[in-house]
């Protein structure tokens, strides 16, 4: 059974830079073509993808955001780490990580998300 | 960018109805295509991939169709569980955008 969680800071202030974990199991990194990838959602709003890493270590990022995104991972301790810089309160949302399997580029299963607000 | 719009934004239906939401890529992307289901206040849920694979343990009145530009999500016969917001997603190639999301409710 797959499962992944987010962990990190509920709350940060504006300009600060948001470090979120996802430690997920059942799975391993090391794995042709398997991926962790990470999605948002502002309150109310769609599913924006953000980042993708890759079992090759191969990065994907969402070019909108591309220069505040930095995605790595460590396969030893099964989890993958997410930094945006430079937060801004439009940048309130639930973030979650999600595994991505070897056939394909959908998520599967998801994390269960942590909701980050952006606030003075 | 490959562009995703899905149509209608919402949509309210009878139980049983025959539901069928629609979602439009920008350009060409073969089959590679996901839906998602998201209830309220819950994770949002892989139904469908490669624009007509079911999930496995996905309800068998939940289908996917289309290929290239156009793709559709049809609920043949709507139940109240079936409440949600659907979207769709596309794996072509990074970035992996997906569809603003059509809320499904009840009539």
């Known amino acids: 059974q797959i499962t992944l969680k987010e962990s990190g800071p509920t709350l940060v202030k504006p300009t600060q830079t948001l470090t979120l974990t996802c430690t997920f199991s059942g799975f391993s990194l090391n794995t042709n073509r398997m991926g962790v990838g990470w999605i948002r959602q502002p309150p109310g709003k769609a599913l924006e993808w953000l980042a993708l890493?890759?079992?090759?270590?191969?990065?994907r990022y969402n070019p909108s955001l591309k220069s505040r995104l930095t995605i790595t991972k460590d396969t030893s301790k099964n989890q993958v780490v997410l930094t945006v810089t430079n937060m801004d309160p439009v940048d309130t949302a639930t973030y979650y990580c999600?595994?991505?399997?070897?056939?394909?580029?959908?998520?599967?299963?998801w994390g269960q998300g942590t909701l980050v607000t952006v606030s003075s | 960018d490959i562009q995703m719009t899905q149509s209608p934004s919402s949509l309210s239906a009878s139980v049983g109805d025959r539901v069928t939401i629609t979602c439009r890529a920008s350009q060409g992307i073969s089959n590679y295509l996901a839906w998602y289901q998201q209830k309220p206040g819950k994770v949002p849920k892989l139904l469908i991939y490669?624009?007509?694979t079911l999930q496995s343990g996905v309800p068998s009145r939940f289908s996917g169709g289309g290929s290239g530009t156009d793709f559709t999500l049809t609920i043949s016969s709507l139940q109240y569980e079936d409440v949600a917001t659907y979207y769709c997603q596309h794996y072509n190639s990074a970035p992996y955008t997906f569809g603003q999301g059509t809320k499904l409710e009840i009539k």
């Open positions: 999600a595994h991505r399997g070897a056939a394909g580029t959908w998520f599967d299963p």
């Open positions: 890493v890759f079992w090759d270590d191969d990065k």
């Open positions: 490669a624009a007509s």
